[in-house]
């Protein structure tokens, strides 16, 4: 099975600061990768599919860029909203496999 | 909007099998991948599997032998059925609807809407 790796696990970051969170698959995927937010207590709500595209309703400060093996998901400026664990997800074939969560924490 | 729902008993007992449903509702089930996905406490999101148009199962290999998914088109809810649970089975259980996106020669498949979960603990 392909194997999804984030990195760092946490962070500790302020309001307005740009973060980036990578993710890495054991083997290429191309551009079949997904972003997820997950806050205490909710379910996952996506960020970004297919890599790089912004699912809609989502604000524009995340992006997300990367194809075969490496990615990244960046906040421009975070806000206090975006204290929260994110997810990458592997979305070729399956079985649909997740990264283990980056959790980005008030400084 | 599609809206999901969970719904089974919160507790289950070693060895015996958990049953979970989710219903859908504002869409059909029809022609969409419908997966359940589940949350060990303070851990991360692990894939079950998923039914497709009430009849094509995938599931992961890791839990292949114990699980069985299913979909009711004439009901709109999928179902989970994870036999023989152990302590390591306790989790919050989604259930979540693949959406896709078609885009140079690609389909490109997410989890666009999830339930809210329903925690299952496994304890005797």
Same mark, same amino acid.
């Given at each position: 099975?392909?194997?999804?790796?984030?990195?760092?696990?946490?962070?500790? +970051?302020?309001?307005?600061?740009?973060? =980036?969170? %990578?993710?890495?698959? &054991?083997?290429?995927? &191309?551009?079949?990768?997904?972003?997820?937010?997950?806050k205490?207590?909710k379910a996952p @709500? #996506? #960020?970004?599919?297919?890599?790089?595209?912004l699912?809609?309703?989502?604000?524009s *400060?995340?992006?997300?860029?990367?194809?075969?093996?490496?990615?990244?998901?960046t906040?421009s400026?975070?806000?206090?909203? $975006?204290?929260? =664990?994110?997810?990458?997800q *592997?979305?070729?074939? =399956?079985?649909?496999?997740?990264?283990?969560?980056?959790?980005?924490?008030i @400084? | 909007?599609?809206?999901?729902?969970?719904?089974?008993?919160?507790?289950?007992k070693?060895?015996?099998t958990?049953?979970?449903?989710c %219903?859908v509702s504002?869409? &059909?089930?029809?022609? /969409?991948y419908?997966s359940?996905?589940?949350?060990?406490?303070?851990?991360? #999101?692990?894939?079950?599997? /998923?039914?497709? $148009?009430?009849?094509s199962?995938?599931?992961?290999?890791?839990?292949?032998?114990?699980?069985?998914?299913?979909?009711? %088109?004439?009901?709109n809810q999928f179902?989970?059925k #994870?036999?023989?649970?152990?302590? +390591?089975?306790?989790?919050?259980?989604?259930? +979540? *609807?693949?959406?896709?996106?078609?885009? &140079?020669? *690609?389909?490109?498949? /997410?989890? $666009?809407?999830?339930?809210?979960? %329903?925690?299952?603990?496994?304890?005797?």
């Amino acid at each position: 099975d392909i194997q999804m790796t984030q990195s760092p696990s946490s962070l500790s +970051a302020s309001v307005g600061d740009r973060v =980036t969170i %990578t993710c890495r698959a &054991s083997q290429s995927i &191309s551009t079949y990768l997904n972003w997820y937010q997950q806050k205490p207590g909710k379910a996952p @709500k #996506l #960020l970004i599919y297919a890599a790089s595209s912004l699912q809609s309703g989502v604000p524009s *400060r995340f992006s997300g860029s990367g194809s075969g093996t490496d990615f990244t998901l960046t906040i421009s400026s975070l806000q206090p909203e $975006d204290f929260a =664990t994110y997810y990458c997800q *592997r979305s070729y074939s =399956t079985p649909k496999t997740f990264g283990q969560g980056t959790k980005v924490e008030i @400084k | 909007q599609v809206q999901l729902q969970e719904s089974g008993p919160g507790l289950v007992k070693p060895s015996e099998t958990l049953s979970l449903t989710c %219903t859908v509702s504002g869409g &059909s089930i029809s022609n /969409y991948y419908w997966s359940w996905i589940r949350q060990s406490p303070g851990k991360g #999101l692990e894939w079950i599997g /998923y039914t497709y $148009d009430s009849g094509s199962t995938n599931y992961n290999p890791s839990l292949k032998s114990r699980v069985t998914i299913s979909g009711d %088109t004439s009901k709109n809810q999928f179902s989970l059925k #994870l036999s023989s649970v152990t302590a +390591a089975d306790t989790a919050v259980y989604y259930c +979540a *609807r693949e959406g896709f996106y078609s885009g &140079s020669g *690609r389909n490109y498949y /997410y989890f $666009d809407n999830w339930g809210q979960g %329903t925690l299952v603990t496994v304890s005797s």
